[in-house]
């Protein structure tokens, strides 16, 4: 496509001060520039590694014209590869699967390959290039892979940036966390109607929980949804939240102190019950982050004294780790600014959401579907940490079909996914040109926003 110079871009493309014009949420030559600049030529999380469990197994990940698919070599080694044939072109594999006695066979004329990528056979090998062939004319063509956090990160343009310098900025936090510890519990995939970025940014800040969420927070949705103007509004959770923006696009928030995790609910009552209560909206509402054996634990105190200096969120932490430790399962590291993170949310740039909690993690994936600037592909994986006697279950997507179906999506997604589309809605009409964000509680929209445009910027 035609360059277009950042200083002559169309108005409706602009990143501002204190938001964004909607243009890049809706106009197609907006959804291509990033295809080409950013999607092409960024580190993004194409697998888990528990999709490719076994040696010879492979998942397919697709993102505009890339198609790429990812091999496990051997116990060790993980490799990605244009999933292309270099004869014509045929795609190599479709979705997932395993490659019979470890060998890539093209469907088309029965070029065969190794897991490494070395061809192994070219049916009339002497009629190409008039016999002088080279392995390296015919190997498959490589795609730099890192591994981090469980997940297979690939690089699909040319000239990979240093994936060390691109992850640092939330490295130590994730390791310390234990994410590269889950497993699969359940992953699901979905075609959601509105632009990725849109579908991202309903996750990157807690501002929308109250009048989203109202189960999650009784007293501010009263209050939202309620008649009553004159007394002044409750103590929103949004307010302990603490946001932070990092490099590289990157950012993460913290659920602040008074989170449910560590005993505090804002209703009166057996605080054990409160505690379950609460937790067990997560269940119910997600069947991620917090499950039912954890729920199951915080009952499990009922009745019994909380030493003097101690608190019930302190004496759940206790009990957590000892099962934990028992079964050994790893688990993050009990430190206080580890724990912290639970409840909150770490994002990595342009599209991984990662929330932990209760040695497990919800995590959200986003990308664009095709070219389409109205389209994106939304996955949710649940994952925990394991006992030492359970081997880990490879990871099936369940492909979803509608995001309000109740049989298809628990409670908590369905509210956000209910909103998602009709963002899209509003972003195209004449009273959306602009949008704006908070200062402090939407920061890390604008800092993915300002990241997306030193990418695709001349
Ligand atoms: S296209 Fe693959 S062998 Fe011919
Ligand atoms: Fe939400």
């Not at 297979?152 to 936090?173: E, R, T």
């Not at 699969?184 to 989203?212: D, R």
């Not at 928030?253 to 209703?267: D, I, Q, S, W, Y």
């Not at 409160?274 to 499950?291: C, S, T």
Request: charged share 25%; hydrophobic share 40%.
């Amino acid at each position: 496509m035609n360059k277009i110079a950042s200083d002559n871009w169309p108005e409706s493309w602009k990143t501002l001060e204190h938001g964004i014009r909607s243009g890049r949420y809706t106009d197609p030559e907006f959804a291509r520039l990033e295809h080409e600049r950013l999607w092409s030529n960024t580190w993004q999380a194409a697998a888990r590694l528990d999709e490719i469990p076994e040696t010879g197994d492979y998942t397919v990940y697709d993102i505009g014209h890339h198609s790429i698919m990812v091999v496990r070599v051997d116990e060790n080694t993980v490799k990605a590869y244009h999933n292309a044939c270099p004869h014509r072109g045929t795609a190599l594999a479709e979705d997932a699967g395993s490659f019979e006695k470890c060998r890539i066979i093209c469907p088309f004329h029965g070029w065969r390959w190794d897991l490494a990528g070395k061809n192994q056979y070219v049916l009339e090998r002497q009629q190409f290039r008039d016999g002088n062939l080279k392995d390296e004319d015919v190997a498959l063509k490589e795609v730099p892979v890192e591994i981090w956090a469980g997940f297979v990160f690939i690089y699909p343009g040319k000239n990979p940036s240093s994936f060390a310098d691109f992850i640092a900025p939330v490295k130590q936090l994730t390791e310390d966390l234990a994410i590269g510890d889950m497993h699969h519990y359940w992953w699901k995939s979905v075609e959601v109607p509105a632009n990725w970025k849109v579908a991202v940014e309903a996750f990157l800040e807690g501002y929308h929980v109250p009048a989203t969420h109202p189960q999650l927070e009784k007293e501010g949705a009263d209050f939202i949804f309620g008649d009553d103007v004159a007394t002044p509004p409750p103590h929103y959770s949004h307010l302990d939240h603490l946001y932070e923006t990092f490099e590289h696009g990157h950012g993460r928030f913290l659920g602040g102190e008074k989170t449910p995790m560590a005993g505090h609910v804002r209703v009166e009552g057996d605080p054990v019950d409160l505690m379950a209560d609460r937790l067990n909206l997560l269940v119910e509402g997600m069947d991620a982050m917090v499950l039912a054996e954890d729920v199951a634990l915080v009952r499990s105190l009922k009745g019994k004294p909380i030493p003097e200096g101690s608190s019930l969120g302190a004496e759940y932490m206790k009990a957590l780790y000892e099962t934990a430790a028992k079964q050994q399962r790893p688990m993050p590291k009990p430190e206080p600014q580890v724990l912290a993170q639970w409840g909150g949310e770490i994002f990595i740039f342009p599209n991984l959401m990662i929330l932990p909690q209760a040695g497990n993690a919800m995590i959200y994936r986003v990308r664009p579907n095709g070219f389409d600037p109205n389209s994106c592909i939304f996955e949710i994986y649940s994952t925990k940490t394991l006992p030492a006697a359970e081997k880990p279950k490879r990871a099936e997507v369940q492909k979803m079909t509608d995001v309000h179906d109740p049989a298809q999506f628990l409670q908590i997604p369905r509210q956000d996914f209910a909103n998602i589309p009709r963002i899209q809605k509003g972003l195209h009409t004449q009273g959306a040109k602009q949008i704006w964000l908070a200062d402090y509680y939407e920061k890390i929209i604008l800092n993915m926003h300002q990241e997306i445009d030193r990418y695709i910027k001349d």
